[in-house]
């Protein structure tokens, strides 16, 4: 059981207290567990185990025996009970872009949906239309939500694999049959979303380890188990291949299973050209080589190909980082020694997209301050949602005037630190593309990022023309998240892209990776014709809690994978140099 597991429990009750129209104080104590769970800064699993969970504030009574049985048993008896109140997939509901927890109760209690297959018999019959707060609209735009998710069934984000990835491979590592193992496949290639995890291991008697792998914590069926090669299914529906080779083999299957396929394919008829046949387990001489492939190769005998770069260098190619590996333009650069040196998560100095308790975010001003530092970051922008946002409880003039100098306050208490706050907002993008606040609130920030949050159904010219009219404003110091997509549950909205980032580099806008695993938006397929009209972007992790901070781990993969480098990302610049870049566009 880990942290994680806890809080999927505590949130699933509440869910389906909700359904049981439970009063809302339930409700709110066990959404609340799940927050403190899932935000604690120890190992929580531990205090749970060993019953030291009383002083937590939020956790009453009934919470910490919970907790304490979830993680010595694995299991929650009043979880069991409650689910068996309803049907298997009636969670599956909640995942449907546009269904909440009423709309769920009522198509449970009048029309027995209890699964998405349900939902969409319901849909199309007509009968979900009847029901009352539903109606044409409503049940066309459930049906949409349906056909997305049924487009990308079988597809896991990043967040979603990430602790999967490190647990089986701390597993494997460990095995005293394995020497080498690692991660292949589009997860190593850090593509924002898998449809399997590939592991490779490198092992003197494998049997032992397919063993292992097949028997792990965690494992809902085992596909298939061979000598050299298993798959199994998780309970989280995940599938797991792992392939196993002897050490000498180790380097060239790792290329081979890192793929992708289309990178595979050149590099095999790269190594054809020169007389070698490439496949999993190495080179192998082919007939009839021809005098000009020998000069090129340079080589007859194959030396010992211990590491991927040894693979590449065979080929003539510069080692190639995993994320380039699409066959687009990577190839060429590595026989030309052009190849970018990426950005690295230790390149990064701050960030600014971040929200706290004054708008939606949990973790108040001061706590997200000193998480940054912790991270051994020297800045850290705020910016909380602004007036338009309600939902997300946004600030107001007053508000933020008051927060402007909050911030100016800590400053002077961090400033021996060596940690410096910058005050922002992320204000939202109106219909006509203005601004939620006037210029002269905007010139007390230090810089601001624009978002748009609502009207996703905007024509595409308009929908541009709206955030290039944004851009415009001399204040808008970046662009937040610019499709609006979340990835596996609702498209970007329509918007013409290579317009928005002319326009980026016209008015000296940065543009956002939202490094938030389920956005990554702006995606990395344009970052490379962003880079090349002089666009500069900013990691940001639309953190909303000190932990959210962490999910620039997603986005310098993103950005790795749009071929950024340190100089591409603003926040990457120390401190002495940000600054200056924040107020560029005001000065133009
Ligand atoms: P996905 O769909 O997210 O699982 O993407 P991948 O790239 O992980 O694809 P997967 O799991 O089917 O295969 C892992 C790698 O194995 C793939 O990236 C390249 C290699 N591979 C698999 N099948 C083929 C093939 O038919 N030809 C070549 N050249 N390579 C292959
Ligand atoms: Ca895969
Ligand atoms: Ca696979
Ligand atoms: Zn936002």
């Known amino acids: 059981m880990i942290a994680d597991q806890m809080s999927d429990v505590l949130r699933n009750i509440a869910r389906l207290l909700e359904l049981k129209e439970e009063n ?69 509901l909640f995942e449907v872009q546009g269904l909440g927890p009423k709309k769920i109760a009522l198509l449970h209690q009048q029309l027995g949906v209890g699964s998405i297959a349900d939902l969409k018999r319901v ?140 990178h595979n394919i050149v590099l095999r008829q790269r190594a054809l050209d020169r007389g070698w046949s490439l496949n999993e387990y190495g080179f192998t001489r082919v007939g009839g080589v021809s005098p000009s492939n020998k000069q090129e190769g340079g080589r007859d005998a194959l030396d010992t190909l211990n590491d991927e770069a040894d693979v590449y260098r065979f080929l003539g190619l510069d080692f190639i980082e995993p994320e380039l590996r699409e066959n687009t333009g990577e190839i060429e650069a590595a026989e030309s020694g052009k190849l970018p040196k990426l950005v690295e998560l230790s390149n990064l100095r701050g960030c600014f997209h971040n929200h706290t308790t004054a708008s939606d975010g949990k973790a108040t001003l001061r706590e997200m301050a000193e998480a940054a530092h912790e991270l051994g970051w020297q800045y850290l922008g705020i910016a909380d949602h602004s007036k338009s946002s309600v939902i997300a409880n946004g600030l107001d003039e007053k508000s933020l005037l008051a927060q402007i100098t909050e911030i100016r306050q800590l400053n002077e208490e961090y400033a021996d630190k060596g940690l410096r706050l910058f005050a922002g907002s992320e204000v939202d993008i109106l219909k006509d593309g203005s601004i939620d606040f006037d210029d002269g609130l905007l010139g007390e920030l230090d810089y601001v990022v624009a978002s748009v949050h609502n009207i996703f159904t905007l024509s595409e010219a308009e929908q541009t023309k709206r955030i290039i009219r944004a851009m415009e404003n001399p204040h808008v110091t970046m662009l937040g998240h610019v499709t609006g997509r979340l990835l596996l549950e609702r498209p970007a909205y329509a918007v013409n892209i290579s317009a928005i980032i002319d326009a980026a580099a016209e008015t000296g806008t940065i543009i956002e ?75 133009r």
């Not at 120890?42 to 919470?63: F, M, P, Q, T, W």
């Not at 647990?167 to 850090?190: F, I």
């Open 123 to 262: 849909c199309q019959s007509g009968a979900a239309a009847k029901l009352a707060g539903f109606g044409e609209k409503t049940v066309q735009k459930l049906l949409e939500g349906i056909a997305f998710r049924e487009s990308h069934a079988h597809e896991f984000r990043q967040d979603q694999v990430a602790p999967v990835v490190a647990r089986v491979l701390s597993m494997l590592k460990e095995h005293p049959d394995v020497s080498r193992a690692e991660v292949a496949g589009s997860y190593r290639r850090g593509k924002e979303t898998v449809h399997d995890l590939d592991f490779l291991v490198a092992a003197k008697s494998p049997a032992t380890v397919m063993d292992e792998f097949v028997g792990m914590s965690g494992v809902k069926q085992v596909l298939g188990q061979g000598e050299t090669k298993s798959s199994v299914l998780l309970e989280s529906g995940v599938q797991c291949d792992l392939r196993a080779v002897k050490n000498d083999e180790f380097a060239c299957a790792l290329v081979y299973f890192t793929g992708s396929k289309e």
């Open 513 to 587: 990776i939202n490094a938030n695993p389920w956005r990554l938006d702006l995606d990395w397929r344009w970052w490379k014709l962003a880079v090349e009209k002089g666009v500069k972007c900013s990691i940001n992790p639309d953190a909303h809690s000190t932990r959210g901070l962490q999910d620039v781990f997603y986005g310098v993969r993103i950005a790795r994978k749009g071929w950024l480098t340190k100089a591409d990302a603003v926040n990457c610049l120390p401190l002495v140099e940000i600054a200056e870049v924040l107020r560029m566009k005001r000065k």
């Open 24 to 92: 809302t104080f339930k409700v709110r104590a066990y959404n609340t567990g799940a927050e403190i769970v899932e935000n604690f800064p120890g190992d929580i699993v531990s205090k749970a185990v060993a019953n030291e969970l009383e002083g937590i504030k939020g956790l009453g009574d009934a919470l910490q025996q919970k907790l304490h049985e979830l993680a010595t048993t694995g299991k929650l008896e009043y979880y069991d009970k409650l689910k068996a109140e309803f049907p298997e997939g009636i969670m599956e």
